[in-house]
């Protein structure tokens, strides 16, 4: 049986090559930021980018298609760009075990908030949707949450966001989706790619 050709993105997905004709490495940016290419050197060829801005894709549809693939993990920046990310190796699942376990207890013990882990998804005021790999939310602000907003997109940006700076992840496409935090009033910090007893 003949050996199947490899594909630049890793993990259970392979990805229809025509859709390669789709794709552009490119990462959201702030509005106030200039929206240019990225270089081969800035952007982690393990992502993919597909462009919507001319199609067209609403709050619901975006939700929907996470719904329906949730074994992909997905964001989607203010130009409409959805990413599609692989899965994370196995030094980076425990970098950020880590990370959420050691922010969870300190929540618990102030007992003001509450924390999420990097499959929740927060719409942020500048219409990304983006997934930090740890985020904490004071406690009264999800005091007008319904129960059924729970369980759906974080409409805010979180108080408190943590990245963690993976092999899939370049310094600039970090950069630049740590600025779409701080642009809120919102406390951000990112790890080194080999620090994993100081996360």
């Known amino acids: ?26 990462r959201g940016q702030e509005e106030s930021m ?4 990225l270089t081969s050197e800035e952007v982690s060829p393990t992502k993919l980018v597909i462009k919507f801005e001319k199609v067209g894709l609403t709050d619901e549809q975006f939700w929907r298609l996470c719904c329906d ?8 920046s203010a130009q409409k760009e959805l990413i599609i990310m692989p899965p994370v190796g196995l030094k980076t699942g425990w970098r950020e075990n880590i990370l959420t376990t050691r922010l969870t207890v300190w929540a618990e013990k102030d ?30 602000r999800l005091e007008a949450v319904t129960d059924k907003e729970l369980e759906e ?12 700076r993976s092999p899939r992840d370049t310094l600039k496409e970090l950069q630049e989706k740590m600025a779409e935090y701080t642009a809120n009033p919102t406390i ?10 100081t996360v």
């Open 1 to 26: 049986m003949p050996r199947r050709k490899s594909c630049r993105v890793h993990g259970r997905h392979s990805y229809l090559n025509g859709l390669a004709q789709h794709v552009r490495y490119n």
């Open 34 to 37: 200039a929206h240019l290419p």
């Open 69 to 76: 693939n949730g074994d992909l993990q997905m964001e989607l």
């Open 111 to 140: 007992g003001t908030g509450i924390v999420c882990g990097p499959a929740t998804l927060f719409r942020l005021p500048n219409t990304a949707f983006r997934g930090p790999d740890a985020a904490w939310i004071r406690k009264e």
């Open 153 to 164: 997109f974080g409409q805010f940006c979180p108080d408190f966001v943590a990245e963690i």
């Open 188 to 197: 951000s910090w990112n790890s080194r790619p080999n620090d994993v007893n």
